[in-house]
C-alpha cells in the first residue's frame, strides 16, 4: 500500500507516473507514424506492446493479492490480467519477428512457443478465476517467459549496430524478472516497494527506448532491403523482356538481309530503319544488365510465363 | 578405284548453326548459302547435334547459341563435348543472354568468341566466310 501512496498521492510519485506512461505511449505514437512509411507488422506489434506494459508493470504491486488498488474490481483486475496476456504474445511475436531467421534452433523456438502459450493461458485463467494461487501461478510461470527472452537475447548473434541494440535491450528487460520472482516469494520483498517500483520504472524505460530506436532501424533497413530487391526484381523483367526479343529480332535482321540482296526497294529500306529502332531498344535495355542478381535464380533462360 | 576422284555428292557443311530457333538457323544457312556459296547445316540441341557427329567434327565451324531451351543441355554443354571429341574447326558463341549471368560467363571465359544477339548479318557473315578462308588451326 505505501508503493501506492507514494505513486499516486505524492507530486514527485504522480510524476514518475505520467513520465513513465507517456513514454509508453509516445513510442507507439512514434511507432505508429513510422509503421505508415515502413509498412513493417513489427512496429505495429510494438505500438500495442509498448503502451501495455509500462502500466502493467506500475500495476504489478509485489504483493500477490494486490494488482494496483482496486480493491478487487471484478471489471478492472480480470481486465489488466487479460492486457498482461496481450503484451506478453506481443512481446513474444514481436522477438520471434526481429530474431526470426537468427533462431536457427528449430527447438530453442518450439520451447519458446510453448513458455509462451503456457504463460498466456495461465494469466487467462487467472483473469476469470483470481485468487492468490492463480495469481502465484501466473507470476511463476511468466519467470520462464523472461528466462526465455534472456536465452534469446544471449543466444542472438547481431550482425548490424541496431541488432546489437535489440541483444542488449533484450538481456535490460530480463532484470524486470524481478517483479515474478518478489510475487512467487522467490525472492525476499524488497526492503522498500518505492525501490523496486522505480527501479521497474527505470529499466523499463531504458528498455523501451532501446528497443524503439533497434526496431526502427531493423525496419529502415528491411525497408531498404526490399527496396533493392524491387530494383532488381524490375531490371530482371526488362532484361527477360530483351532476351526474349534478341532472338525474333536476329531473324528479322536476317530475313531482311536477305530480301535486300534480292531487291532492295523502298519497302525494305522502311523495314530496315524499324528493325534498327527495335535493335536500339535492345541494346538501351543492357544497362539493367549489373543490377540483376542472377545467383536467386537456377534458370534464368525460363521467361516468367506472363511474357512467354 | 574411280569413286575416289569422283566429287562427293552432299559436301560436308562448313559451318554447323546450333540453335532452337529453326528460323535463325535456315535463315543463316540460306544467308551463306546465297552470299558466300557455301554449304552449312543446323540443329537445334545437342542430342541433335550428337546425331549427326561425324559432320560436325568435320566442320570447320560451329555457331552454338548458350540457351538451347529449357531443359535443354545449353552451348557450353555442346562446346565442351566439342572440346572432349578433339573438333579442330573454330567455335563461336551467338546469345541474345546478359554477360553476366554466369552460364554466358562461362561461354565468355571458355576463350572462345562471343556475339550477342542481334548481330550485324552482313557483317556476322562475312566474318564466317572469312575464317572458312583461314589455313585450318585449331580455334581462334
Redesign the interface.
Known amino acids: 500500500m505505501e508503493t501506492l501512496e507514494y505513486l499516486f498521492r505524492t507530486e514527485t510519485g504522480i510524476f514518475f507516473c505520467g513520465a513513465f506512461i507517456s513514454v509508453g505511449v509516445s513510442l507507439s505514437l512514434l511507432a505508429i507514424c513510422f509503421y505508415t512509411v515502413f509498412k513493417n507488422k513489427v512496429l505495429l506489434l510494438f505500438a500495442i506492446q509498448s503502451p501495455l506494459i509500462h502500466p502493467l508493470f506500475l500495476s504489478a504491486n509485489t504483493n500477490p493479492r494486490e494488482l494496483l488498488d482496486l480493491g478487487g474490481h471484478t471489471v478492472w483486475l480480470p481486465l489488466l490480467h487479460l492486457l498482461v496476456a496481450l503484451a506478453i504474445y506481443c512481446f513474444y511475436r514481436l522477438v520471434k519477428e526481429i530474431i526470426g531467421e537468427a533462431f536457427g534452433q528449430a527447438t530453442r523456438d518450439k520451447v519458446f512457443t510453448v513458455v509462451v502459450s503456457i504463460v498466456v493461458a495461465v494469466r487467462i485463467i487467472t483473469a476469470f478465476s483470481i485468487s492468490e494461487l492463480t495469481i502465484r501461478a501466473a507470476a511463476f510461470v511468466t519467470i520462464f517467459f523472461f528466462l526465455m527472452i534472456a536465452v534469446e537475447g544471449l543466444f542472438f548473434h547481431p550482425r548490424t549496430f541496431a541488432e546489437k541494440l535489440a541483444k542488449y535491450s533484450l538481456i535490460t528487460f530480463t532484470l524486470l524478472s524481478i517483479y515474478p520472482f518478489i510475487r512467487t516469494g522467490i525472492l525476499p520483498p524488497a526492503p522498500s516497494d518505492n525501490f523496486v517500483v522505480v527501479l521497474v520504472m527505470a529499466v523499463l524505460s531504458i528498455f523501451s527506448v532501446v528497443w524503439f530506436f533497434a526496431l526502427i532501424e531493423i525496419t529502415r533497413e528491411n525497408f531498404s532491403n526490399l527496396k533493392i530487391l524491387e530494383l532488381q526484381k524490375r531490371a530482371r523483367a526488362f532484361i527477360d523482356l530483351r532476351d526474349l526479343m534478341n532472338t525474333p529480332i536476329q531473324v528479322l535482321v536476317l530475313g531482311l538481309e536477305i530480301l535486300e540482296s534480292v531487291a532492295p526497294t523502298e519497302t525494305t529500306n522502311r523495314m530496315r530503319k524499324a528493325v534498327q529502332r527495335l535493335t536500339n531498344v535492345s541494346k538501351r535495355l543492357n544497362r539493367f544488365e549489373n543490377d540483376v542478381n542472377w545467383n536467386d535464380s537456377k534458370n534464368f533462360f525460363e521467361p516468367p510465363a506472363n511474357l512467354q | 578405284m574411280l569413286e575416289k576422284f569422283a566429287p562427293p555428292k552432299n559436301p560436308d557443311p562448313k559451318v554447323f548453326f546450333v540453335?532452337d530457333?529453326e528460323?535463325?538457323r535456315m535463315?543463316?544457312i540460306?544467308?551463306m548459302k546465297?552470299?558466300f556459296k557455301e554449304n552449312c547445316k543446323g540443329c537445334a540441341t545437342l542430342g541433335q547435334m550428337l546425331d549427326n557427329k561425324d559432320e560436325v567434327l568435320r566442320a570447320q565451324i560451329v555457331v552454338l547459341d548458350i540457351?538451347l531451351?529449357?531443359g535443354e543441355p545449353s552451348g557450353i554443354d555442346c562446346y565442351d563435348w566439342l572440346k572432349n571429341n578433339k573438333f579442330t574447326g573454330k567455335i563461336l558463341f551467338l546469345t541474345?543472354?546478359?554477360?553476366?549471368?554466369?552460364?554466358v560467363k562461362k561461354a565468355w571465359q571458355s576463350g572462345a568468341q562471343v556475339f550477342?544477339?542481334?548481330?550485324?548479318?552482313?557483317q556476322f557473315?562475312e566474318l564466317l566466310a572469312s575464317k572458312l578462308r583461314e589455313p585450318l588451326h585449331g580455334n581462334a
Open positions: 540453335d530457333s528460323d535463325l535463315l543463316f540460306h544467308l546465297f552470299r540457351n531451351g529449357v541474345g543472354h546478359a554477360k553476366n549471368h554466369p552460364t550477342e544477339k542481334p548481330v550485324d548479318s552482313k557473315t
